[in-house]
C-alpha cells in the first residue's frame, strides 16, 4: 500500500465509512445472495483459476460480481479499494498481500475471521510462516488461498534439446552454459522483462543460490547491514550483471506473462519467474516433461521464497455471503482446482497432489520440506520479506545494477544505505 498510510485511514475513521468490524461467524446459507470480489486477476491462467471459486459459489446459490483491476502486484487494486472505502462503498472481499493485510489489520479496517478460523483449524493446516501476515494481535484478518515462490526457473524443452542440453542445470556454473548454448542455437537465452519486479524476482534467487537460507534471511529479511553490503551480496550482484548479456534487446516494456509466452512458443530457452508462470503453461495446454521444464532456482533447492495471496473482508449488509465465500476459500477441495490451473501450492497443508501436474506436486512437496525445514522465508521481490518502502528502494538499485549503471559494488552499500535510511 502506498504511503502515508495512516493519514488515509484517518480520513477513513473521521468519515466514518465503517464501523469496527465484528467477527464473521458462521451464518445460515438462506441469506446468501452476492459477494463482490476485488482483485488483480487478468491474465489467462489467474483468471481462469479464479473461474474456480466463482463457480464453487454460484453452484451454492452465491452470485459473484467480479470486480478485476488490471495490473499484477495490486498498486492500482489498492488505489481503487481505498477509495471505495472511503465511500463507504466497499467490496465484500478483496485480493490482498503481505504488508498491506498488516497495514489495513492494524487500523482495525478488515473483518475478525477468528470464529470461523477456530472452526476451520486454520492454525493447524496454514504453514506458519503464512501465519504471521494472515492474522493480527491474535485475529486471522485474511485467509489465504495459495503460496506462489519466486525461485524458479522455467525452460522449453524443444529449445534446450536444439541447443545441446539434455538435462535441467544443477548448479549456477551449468545454468550459466547452458544459457550460452542457447544462444549459440539462435534463441533468446533469458526471456525477462525490465519492470523492476521481474529483474528483483531474478534477484531473490540468485541471492538464496549464492549465501543460502541463512544468509537470505539474514539480507533480506532481518536486513542486516554487515549482510547487505558483504562479499556474498556483491557476488549475488555479479551473477545479476551477468545475466543481463542473455536478455534481448526488446526487453523493457514487456510483462511477465509476455515473456513466459516466449519460453512456451519455443523464442526463449529460460525464464527465471514465480510459478504464476506455470499457470499460463496450463492455460497454452503444455505438458511438463514433454514440453517444458520446471526446477528450483539453481542452488536454492529446499528452499522456498514465497508470496501467497489472501482475500481480506469488508463490513458488508450480505454477511451469509461472504461467509460461504471464507468456508470455500479454505476448503482444500477449492484450494486443490484453483491451484492446479493457477499454477501454485495450495496454502493449506497436506491438501493431495492427485490431479496436480508435475510442477503442481514439486510446488506442493518443495512447500512442505521448507515448512518443516524452516526455509519457507518471504519473497524481497514480491513484498513478502520487508515494507514496501525498502522494497521499492531495493527495486532501483537492483534494477540499476542489472543495467550496469553501478557496480555490484555500489549497490551492495546502496543496499544497506536505503534499510539503514527507512528504518
Same mark, same amino acid.
Given at each position: 500500500m502506498k504511503r502515508p498510510i495512516r493519514a488515509f485511514f484517518i480520513a477513513f475513521f473521521n468519515a466514518s465509512a465503517l464501523a469496527l468490524v465484528q467477527p464473521l461467524a458462521v451464518v445460515p446459507d438462506a441469506a446468501a445472495a452476492e459477494v463482490q470480489v476485488l482483485h488483480w486477476?487478468?491474465?489467462g491462467g489467474e483468471a481462469s483459476a479464479l473461474k474456480e471459486l466463482e463457480r464453487t459459489l454460484r453452484a451454492q446459490g452465491v452470485q459473484w460480481r467480479d470486480v478485476p483491476i488490471a495490473g499484477g502486484g495490486g498498486a492500482q487494486a489498492m488505489t481503487t479499494l481505498r477509495a471505495r472505502v472511503l465511500s463507504a462503498d466497499p467490496p465484500t472481499a478483496a485480493q490482498m498481500l503481505g504488508f498491506?493485510?498488516?497495514?489495513?489489520?492494524?487500523?482495525?479496517?478488515?473483518q475478525d475471521l477468528t470464529p470461523l478460523a477456530r472452526s476451520g483449524g486454520w492454525a493447524q493446516r496454514v504453514?506458519?510462516?503464512?501465519?504471521a501476515f494472515d492474522t493480527d494481535r491474535g485475529r486471522w484478518v485474511a485467509a489465504p488461498i495459495?503460496?506462489?515462490?519466486?525461485?524458479?526457473?522455467?525452460?522449453?524443452?524443444?529449445?534446450?534439446? $536444439? *541447443?545441446?542440453?539434455?538435462?535441467? &542445470?544443477?548448479?549456477w556454473g551449468a545454468f550459466i552454459s547452458d544459457l550460452d548454448k542457447v544462444r549459440k542455437a539462435g534463441f533468446v537465452p533469458l526471456a525477462a522483462g525490465g519492470q523492476p519486479w521481474q529483474i528483483a524476482t531474478m534477484f531473490d534467487g540468485i541471492v538464496l543460490s549464492v549465501g543460502g537460507p541463512a544468509f537470505?534471511? $539474514? *539480507?533480506?529479511?532481518?536486513?542486516? &547491514?554487515a549482510a547487505l553490503d558483504s562479499a556474498a551480496m556483491r557476488t549475488s550482484f555479479t551473477r545479476l550483471r551477468a545475466l543481463r548479456s542473455y536478455v534481448d534487446g526488446e526487453y523493457a516494456n514487456r510483462d511477465w506473462n509476455v515473456a513466459t509466452g516466449m519460453v512456451i512458443d519455443g523464442r526463449a530457452g529460460f525464464q527465471m519467474m514465480g510459478d504464476w508462470a506455470l499457470g499460463e503453461f496450463n492455460h497454452a495446454g503444455r505438458v511438463p516433461g514433454k514440453d517444458y521444464l520446471c526446477l528450483r532456482t539453481p542452488g536454492t533447492q529446499g528452499s522456498v521464497t514465497f508470496n501467497s495471496d489472501a482475500f481480506v473482508f469488508f463490513d458488508v449488509k450480505d454477511r451469509a455471503a461472504q461467509a460461504r465465500m471464507v468456508d470455500d476459500v479454505m476448503s482444500p477441495e477449492v484450494q486443490a482446482r484453483f491451484n492446479r490451473v493457477k499454477g501454485s501450492a495450495p496454502a493449506l497443508l497436506g491438501v493431495s497432489?492427485?490431479?496436480?501436474?508435475?510442477c503442481g506436486a514439486k510446488a506442493i512437496a518443495d512447500l512442505a520440506e521448507a515448512d518443516r525445514a524452516g526455509t519457507l522465508m518471504g519473497s524481497m521481490s514480491q513484498g513478502y520479506a520487508v515494507p514496501p518502502a525498502i522494497q521499492h528502494a531495493f527495486y532501483d538499485i537492483i534494477a540499476r545494477a542489472f543495467d550496469g549503471e553501478i557496480t555490484p559494488a555500489q549497490a551492495a552499500a546502496q543496499l544497506a544505505a536505503a534499510a539503514r535510511a527507512r528504518y
Open positions: 486477476w487478468t491474465a498491506d493485510i498488516r497495514d489495513w489489520a492494524a487500523q482495525g479496517a478488515l504453514p506458519k510462516a503464512l501465519q495459495d503460496v506462489h515462490s519466486s525461485n524458479w526457473v522455467w525452460a522449453n524443452k524443444a529449445v534446450l534439446e $536444439r *541447443a545441446g542440453v539434455h538435462r535441467a &542445470p544443477g548448479d537470505y534471511r $539474514r *539480507a533480506l529479511i532481518e536486513l542486516q &547491514p497432489p492427485a490431479g496436480f501436474n508435475a
